[in-house]
Nanobody, 133 residues
């Protein structure tokens, strides 16, 4: 199974930007759909954005105009560019990877909603993002 190691994150003020990275090892990400999830204290985990192995993306409405998911297959790396950050974006962010039967946006969106319903979703260690007003 693929192993995921995250970097990036930190603390910024409202309106600032951060970029998260997630490096995969043990397998090529060209087999996987990958995504970003977040969880803040007292709230359920939320899928934020994902990308399939062939470049189809899906971003949830709450961050759609501010966050951009991308990958670099040559570097086996997933990215999340976060712009115009708001205090409500404060959370622990996790990258994840899964092999989906279909690389459709619909399947990707379902995985972002219910990652535990998919066998063998692999998770990164998490990285904290803090946005202060």
């Amino acid at each position: 199974q693929v192993q995921l190691v995250q970097s990036g994150g930190g603390s910024v003020h409202t309106g600032g930007s951060l970029r998260l990275s997630c490096v995969a090892s043990g397998d090529s990400i060209t087999r996987y759909s990958m995504g970003w999830f977040r969880q803040s204290p007292g709230k359920e985990r939320e899928g934020v954005a994902g990308i399939t192995w062939d470049g189809v993306t899906h971003t949830v409405d709450s961050v759609k105009d501010r966050f951009t998911v991308s990958n670099d297959n040559t570097e086996n790396t997933l990215y999340l560019q976060m712009d115009s950050l708001k205090p409500e974006d404060t959370a622990m962010y996790y990258c994840a990877a899964v092999i989906l039967g279909s690389s459709s946006r619909e399947n990707l969106a379902i995985w972002l909603l219910m990652p535990d319903a998919f066998e063998k979703t692999a998770w990164g260690q998490g990285t904290q993002v803090n946005v202060s007003s």
